[in-house]
C-alpha cells in the first residue's frame, strides 16, 4: 500500500472512530436521563427492581461512580 493509500485508509478509520465516540456520547447521555428519570420522586420506581441494572451500568461505566 502506497503512502497516500495508507494516509486515506487512516484518514477513514479515524473518521469512523469519531462517529463512533459522538453514538457513545448520545447513548450514555440517553442512559444518564433514563436513570434520572426512574431515580425522580415523581417515578414511583422500585430501587429494588433495578439493582442489577445498577450493578452492570457500574461494570460498564465506572468512570461515572
Given at each position: ?17 469519531r462517529?463512533?465516540?459522538?453514538v457513545?456520547?448520545r ?5 444518564t ?5 426512574l ?8 430501587p429494588?427492581?433495578?439493582s442489577k441494572v ?12
Open positions: 500500500m502506497g503512502s497516500a493509500e495508507a494516509q486515506l485508509a487512516e484518514e477513514q478509520l479515524n473518521r469512523q472512530y462517529v463512533l465516540l459522538d457513545k456520547a447513548l450514555e447521555g440517553e442512559i436521563t433514563c436513570w434520572n428519570l431515580e425522580s420522586k415523581d417515578c414511583g420506581w422500585r429494588w427492581a433495578m445498577r450493578e452492570k451500568e457500574e461494570y460498564l461505566w465506572p468512570e461515572r461512580f
